[in-house]
């Protein structure tokens, strides 16, 4: 079977970017990088292209120019063990970018992440209707997604 991997277009900050991406990601590496030669059509040394792993996946990123920017439309889940996890991507990947809610955020470089837990899936899906229900009104009033106040939102039906 064909692997899918995903390409990202940057501005120009590709290289920034995936020393960013690997600096958060466990078991990442950058795979090659390829520069501009003196045959164009940047400039000879400027990056044009790389390949890198993130926990393994592949991405390829390209110095595409600024015709087109990230959207909301295209993001990225982490699927978090726990709420140490939540926090330490959250916390990283929103340095420098926005937070938006349900567990979503927009990073330094204008890609969109959903940083989820395993647990918020589980007290959604509750079977008992109302316990489902508490949680996702709790959701929908959150940022980061704080698995406690989820669980304090259930505990209370």
């Given at each position: 079977?064909?692997?899918?991997?995903?390409s990202?277009?940057?501005?120009?900050?590709?290289e920034?970017a995936?020393?960013?991406?690997?600096?958060?990601f466990?078991?990442?590496?950058?795979?090659?990088l390829?520069?501009?030669?003196?045959?164009?059509?940047?400039?000879?040394?400027?990056?044009?292209?790389?390949?890198?792993?993130?926990?393994?996946q592949?991405?390829?990123?390209?110095?595409?120019?600024p015709q087109?920017?990230?959207?909301?439309a295209?993001s990225?889940?982490?699927?978090c063990?726990?709420?140490?996890?939540?926090?330490?991507?959250?916390?990283?990947?929103?340095?420098?970018?926005?937070e938006?809610?349900?567990?979503?955020?927009k990073?330094?470089?204008?890609?969109?992440?959903?940083?989820?837990?395993d647990?918020?899936?589980?007290?959604?899906?509750?079977?008992?209707?109302?316990?489902?229900?508490?949680?996702?009104?709790?959701?929908?009033?959150m940022?980061?997604?704080?698995?406690?106040?989820?669980e304090?939102?259930?505990?209370?039906?």
């Open positions: 079977m064909p692997a899918i991997v995903a990202l277009w940057f501005d120009d900050n590709l920034d995936v020393a960013f991406y690997l600096s958060i466990p078991n990442s590496s950058l795979d090659s390829e520069r501009y030669t003196d045959a164009g059509p940047g400039t000879p040394g400027q990056v044009v292209s790389a390949t890198f792993r993130l926990d393994g592949r991405f390829i990123g390209i110095n595409g120019g087109f920017p990230f959207t909301e295209v990225f889940t982490v699927e063990r726990d709420q140490d996890e939540v926090d330490h991507y959250w916390d990283r990947l929103v340095e420098g970018g926005e938006s809610q349900c567990g979503w955020l990073d330094r470089y204008g890609l969109s992440w959903q940083i989820v837990p647990r918020l899936t589980e007290l959604t899906t509750d079977p008992d209707p109302a316990r489902a229900a508490a949680a996702t009104r709790a959701l929908l009033g940022r980061k997604i704080v698995v406690a106040e989820l304090e939102a259930v505990a209370g039906v």
